[in-house]
């Protein structure tokens, strides 16, 4: 597949540079960080939320991090749950099933990532299959990101 047609078109639409990154297939984030010998602090991962009135919300954050829900509700004043995969699968259509791009932008979605990602000096994105990466500088992250919501709302998990 390599990268999905949404993704590519926004990125591309953004004047945003990247590389891609070819691995071998993984059913993870942290999968993908040992296979594309990437440290899974540098992959962002999206956590697809959603509110009471059934608006939906991305949230970036490190492979190796687990959202703090809570915490990202008293920030954000309001009621967020996660959407079921089911539901996901449909709206990321262009994707492989659990190769969910960390870029709402390119889906019409609002997004919120953590700032701990700003501390990178490289990102990756899962490219919409279990194989493709898209590599980002720091200051091409930032561009992509630079009118998105931030704070800190994840905790490393050690493994």
């Known amino acids: 597949m390599s990268i999905a047609t949404r993704m590519g078109a926004y990125l591309d639409a953004q004047n945003i540079r990247y590389d891609i990154v070819n691995h071998t297939h993984s059913n993870s984030s942290l999968g993908t960080a040992i296979a594309a010998h990437i440290s899974p602090r540098s992959i962002a991962k999206a956590v697809v939320l959603e509110d009471h009135e059934g608006h939906h919300l991305m949230a ?3 492979a190796n991090h687990k ?5 990202l509700r008293g920030q954000l004043e309001i009621d ?3 959407v079921n995969e089911k539901q996901v699968y449909k709206m990321f259509s262009d994707c492989d099933p659990g190769a969910i791009p960390a870029l709402g932008q390119a889906y019409n979605m609002n997004s919120i990532y953590d700032e ?13 299959d279990h194989e ?9 992250f930032g561009k992509l990101m630079k009118d998105t919501k931030h704070s ?6 050690l493994h």
């Not at 959202?67 to 915490?71: A, P, Q, S």
């Not at 800190?152 to 998990?157: P, T």
Request: proline share 3%.
């Open 60 to 62: 970036v954050l490190p």
């Open 67 to 71: 959202i703090n829900l809570e915490k």
């Open 80 to 82: 967020l749950r996660l």
């Open 116 to 128: 701990v990602l700003d501390g990178l000096g490289d990102v990756y994105l899962e490219a919409g």
């Open 132 to 140: 493709t990466l898209v590599h980002l500088t720091n200051e091409q």
């Open 152 to 157: 800190r709302f994840s905790g490393e998990v």
